[in-house]
Structures are given as C-alpha cells and as structure tokens.
T-cell receptor, first 118, second 118 residues
Framework: AQKVTQAQTEISVVEKEDVTLDCVYE???????LFWYKQPPSGELVFLIR??????QNEISGRYSWNFQKSTSSFNFTITASQVVDSAVYFC???????????????FGGGTRLMVKP | DTGVSQDPRHKITKRGQNVTFRCDPI?????LYWYRQTLGQGPEFLTY????????KSRLLSDRFSAERPKGSFSTLEIQRTEQGDSAMYLC????????????????FGPGTRLTVL
C-alpha cells in the first residue's frame, strides 16, 4: 500500500534561514506522481508542485526547490531565505496507479508545521 | 476564474443530528473529491466523482455518510446521526481529467467546512 512519511512534525527557523522539509514515500508502482501542498493558517490547501516518477531532475521556482531521489524514495522541499509568510503546514502527497482507480486519489503525509520567526 | 467553494465554512451540531455540506468545483473540472482532515493530520480521501458518477469510496466513508453530484457540477456530502468522532475539517477538491483516462492532474482545494459535533 502507498504511504507518505513526513518525519518532521514541526520546524522553527529565523527569517532568512534556509530550511528543508523531508518527505519519504512508499509505493509498489513504477508510475506515480508526487505533490507538495501548503496549508496556511487560513486553512486552504495551495498546490505547489507536481513531479512524475520518471523525472528526477531537481526543480527550482524562486526561493523554492525540490530534490527528488528515487533511490531513497524521497522528495524533499527546500525554502531558501525563508520569510515570515512561509509559515504554514506543508504536506507531501503521492498518487500512484493503485490509487488511480480513484482518479488520482492523493495519499498525504502527516504534514510539517513550519514557523518562521522575524 | 473562481476557485473551489464550500458552504458552510463552519458547522456546529449536536450529536445525532444530520448535516449536509456543499461543494462547488472549478467550473471546467469534471473530477471532484472529498477528503477529511482531523487536527494535526494530513487529509484523508473519502470519495471521488467523475462527472456525476461516484467511482470510489474509502473505507472511512461509513453508512452514515452519503455523497452526491447530481448533475456533474456541485456536490453534497451528508452525514446522518453525527457522532463526536465526525468532528473534522471536510475538504473538497476538483481537477480536470477525462473519463477512463489515467491522469495525475493537480487537485485544487476549497477552504473546507469545519464540523464540530457536541
């Protein structure tokens, strides 16, 4: 069965520090997609990125970057020069062929609460 | 372009009462999902619609839960004889994707309905 683990339940950093959020996943499928979502205090989940299992290239978008390593089943997320507005809960999620009977149902990790202090 | 909307945003009810929530997806999206999120946890999949057809239901969806999407547009989630354990945030999401076609498109989430059962 598919599973997503975010071992860091809470991280606190000072503004301008870099921070990496870890995500480890389990799946028996060779075709799958990984996602990151942000949930600010307002509660609405905001889509950040989608990555398929055949593309291990790292991706950078502004201060955000993602490192996908199939060898370690990890899809880590780094925020460079963190800002107070980055404070939120971040979720990693997986969708694979097994779950695709449900039209890409997402399996979420438990989330990491990031607190960025001024 | 409006996002996913949910109504009500908050619902307080007494144990044993019935409640109904509504979700309006992004207009061109034909896939609609319901998730449940309890405090400090990641969202958990409940059910999925492709247009008006309910194609998958999680084991979390007990007999007291029923969901509909009568015309393939908005959806309702009803909980009968509510229990204190039903207290959670109920999230609706939508995505694009053709019927019968495997896809892993990102899901866009609404603000959620927070249910409190006293």
């Amino acid at each position: 069965a598919q599973k997503v683990t975010q071992a860091q339940t809470e991280i606190s950093v000072v503004e301008k520090e870099d921070v990496t959020l870890d995500c480890v996943y389990e799946t028996r499928d060779t075709t799958y997609y990984l996602f990151w979502y942000k949930q600010p205090p307002s509660g609405e989940l905001v889509f950040l990125i989608r990555r398929n299992s055949f593309d291990e290239q790292n991706e950078i978008s502004g201060r955000y970057s993602w490192n996908f390593q199939k060898s370690t089943s990890s899809f880590n997320f780094t925020i460079t020069a963190s800002q107070v507005v980055d404070s939120a809960v971040y979720f990693c999620a997986l969708s694979d062929r097994h779950s695709n009977n449900a039209g890409n149902m997402l399996t979420f990790g438990g989330g990491t609460r990031l607190m960025v202090k001024p | 372009d409006t996002g996913v909307s949910q109504d009500p945003r908050h619902k307080i009810t007494k144990r044993g009462q019935n409640v109904t929530f509504r979700c309006d997806p992004i207009s061109e999206h034909n896939r609609l999902y319901w998730y449940r999120q309890t405090l400090g946890q990641g969202p958990e999949f409940l059910t999925y619609f492709q247009n008006e057809a309910q194609l998958e239901k999680s084991r979390l969806l007990s007999d007291r839960f029923s969901a509909e999407r009568p015309k393939g547009s908005f959806s309702t989630l009803e909980i009968q004889r509510t229990e204190q354990g039903d207290s959670a945030m109920y999230l609706c999401a939508s995505s694009s994707g053709l019927a019968g076609v495997v896809s892993y498109n990102e899901q866009f989430f609404g603000p959620g309905t927070r249910l409190t059962v006293l």
